[in-house]
């Protein structure tokens, strides 16, 4: 059975900007439904390829039909629109969805001309965007081809995005708990899989009035940066600073409410204003003004209340989930699931044993998962399929066309197979910035190590190279490491984890390393890491033993190679543009070391 799941829709854009004034060039540019556009092509129950939309039109986080990634996922098993049995796209806006929806709205206490202007752009949405009849409409428009009504299946937001988590944490029966801004009526839920059953507690599901996700979205409003997207960086703000006392976080006394196990509720959910209606509470609650929203220190104690604010709530949550199960592998997926720091003080403080986090946790995953959940559905067994690199590849002939066409640019040279690793490695050993372009294109918002840009982590200064001459982008951001699974538990304190092969945990950096990799180490002594092993990417695991060997450092500092604001390079042309754009010393395409003129 075939089986292609994707995210997207064409007119997301159009009536966002229209209905709501979200446009491509505001600070809500990422907030569009169908974010993380993407597709997934399963084949007998095997993830055979996916990629995200952006990789190929270059629009970072971008929400139109996936036509590109569609296009190239059935390309690579050389089928047509019509070959495929099923089409699962990862939302299901129903007839009883918009009935609800319409309720909610006309019960909500707010004056009546905004009731009936909320129905009315909902209603403009449903019809011209999300609903099933529309999709289908989309599809068509997109790709030409006329898709029967019963070969496109609608699969509902959290569930697309459990499925991804179940297909890639290798758990039988597991608890569960799906966290993200919304999806079509909930931001939260939580349940447990037992004997291939999937079974919500419905009690302790969270509205979308009250996501928390939505609230830390705010938060990065407040605090000069990109709602939905540059979450991480109030994360890693927050790590330059020690929490408040719980009693003392004005987002514990003002603006959550904790209202039973696993339940709570925000002080603005129903505010006519919508979630903005919380930047005047922040300055209330904070002292905000126009002469210091913009300190570093005045950011540094927003942010870190912000943090321990979602690290107690989720703890909440987490602690009746435990109460309610007696499973302790813990599946967690959903865009709360990307703060990793969070992760870890959920896993070490929790009774779970175990959990899982995929690389396709936030909406890059909710493809995957929707295709995965219709082959469960259709009773389809799914392989296992840990790999994250499943988008495009391209071999030598290729990467020597794309060369050609900058010859007056750079200079490059062929080595044989397994020289090319030696000479990388012989480069990072000095105070080379590398870019490392192998393979298949990883998946989700992480550089896992095929779309790289690799540096020497014992220089202390490499942090501050790479974030100004190499990514253009904040000098506070830190960057995360790579190291073999065989070492990290000497160099890391890992807790309960064994492996973290897709940078979703953070774990403090053992005293006697700090120093060694001080470039991948944060202000607060941690790191973000990535785990590799001889069979998750030979490649990259042969260049740590060989770096490691010239200089007794057992990491390499791992960054996404982009700058600021771009999506990660997918094709040898993307990577040679970069290359040229930055501060990078050498870039390495394949079997080609490729350097400036």
Not at 359 to 370: L, N, R
């Amino acid at each position: 059975m075939i089986i292609l799941g994707y995210n997207g829709t064409s007119r997301a854009a159009e009536l966002f900007g229209r209905l709501w004034g979200y446009t491509p060039d505001s600070v809500d540019r990422h907030c569009f439904l169908g974010h993380d556009a993407a597709a997934a092509l399963f084949i007998d129950g095997k993830l055979v390829a996916a990629v995200e939309e952006e990789r190929m039109n270059r629009q970072k986080k971008t929400s139109v039909f996936p036509a590109n990634a569609m296009r190239w996922c059935l390309d690579q098993a050389g089928l047509d629109y019509g070959d495929v049995d099923y089409y699962a796209f990862g939302w299901q806006f129903s007839a009883e969805f918009a009935d609800a929806a319409i309720s909610r709205i006309s019960e909500s206490p707010v004056p009546p001309e905004y009731k009936f202007q909320a129905i009315s752009g909902l209603g403009e949405l449903y019809a011209g965007a999300i609903s099933k009849t529309a999709i289908l409409e989309d599809f068509t428009r997109q790709t030409g081809h006329t898709l029967a009504d019963e070969k496109l299946i609608t699969v509902p937001h959290h569930r697309a995005h459990l499925a991804c988590g179940r297909t890639f944490a290798g758990y039988g029966d597991a608890a569960f708990f799906v966290s993200d801004g919304q999806s079509e009526q909930d931001s939260a839920i939580m349940g447990e899989i037992r004997d291939g059953e999937v079974k919500v507690f419905e009690e302790f599901t969270i509205d979308s009035a009250n996501s928390v996700a939505q609230l830390y979205a705010e938060v990065t409003r407040y605090l000069g940066f990109i709602p939905n997207n540059d979450e991480y960086k109030v994360m890693g703000l927050a790590g330059f600073g020690k929490p408040p006392a719980l009693e003392d976080n004005p987002f514990l006394t003002d603006v959550v409410r904790f209202d039973g196990p696993g339940r709570f509720s925000l002080a603005l959910a129903n505010d006519p204003g919508g979630p903005r209606a919380y930047l005047a509470l922040f300055d209330k609650i904070f002292g905000g003004h126009n002469g210091n929203r913009k300190d570093f220190d005045f950011q540094v104690r927003v942010a870190g209340a912000a943090q321990q604010m979602l690290e107690e709530v989720t703890a909440h949550q987490l602690r009746a989930l435990a109460d309610a199960t007696d499973l302790r592998s813990l599946i967690y997926e959903g865009g709360v699931a990307l703060n990793c720091v969070n992760n870890t003080k959920l896993l070490e403080n929790l009774p779970f044993e175990r959990a899982e986090v995929s690389f396709g946790a936030s909406d890059p995953g909710v493809s995957i998962g929707a295709a995965a959940h219709v082959a469960r559905e259709k009773n389809v067994p799914l392989a296992a399929a840990p790999s994250p690199y499943l988008g495009p590849e391209y071999d030598a002939e290729e990467i020597r066309a794309t060369l050609a066409g900058y010859t007056n640019s750079v200079v490059w040279e062929e080595l044989p197979d397994g020289q090319i690793v030696k000479k990388t490695a012989e480069l990072l050993s000095g105070k080379a910035v590398i870019g490392w372009f192998q393979g298949r294109t990883e998946y989700g918002p992480r550089a896992l190590g095929n779309r790289s840009i690799l540096a020497n982590p014992s220089h202390a200064d490499m942090k501050d190279i790479i974030n100004t001459c190499v990514k253009h982008r904040e000098p506070f951001r830190p960057f995360a490491p790579i190291v073999l699974e065989e070492n990290a538990r000497r160099v890391f304190d890992m807790g309960k984890k064994e492996r973290s092969p897709y940078m979703t945990f953070v774990f403090p950096v053992r005293p006697e390393y700090v120093k060694t990799i001080a470039a991948a180490t944060h202000v607060d002594a941690t790191s973000r890491i990535q785990t590799v092993t001889d069979e998750s990417n030979p490649r990259l695991a042969t260049l740590l033993r060989d770096f490691t060997a010239l200089t007794d450092v057992p990491c390499l500092v791992n960054t996404s190679f982009n700058v600021a604001g771009e999506p990660i390079v997918c094709s040898p042309k993307d990577a040679v543009e970069c290359f040229l754009g930055t501060g990078i010393d050498h870039l390495v395409l394949g079997d080609f070391l490729v350097s400036k003129r």
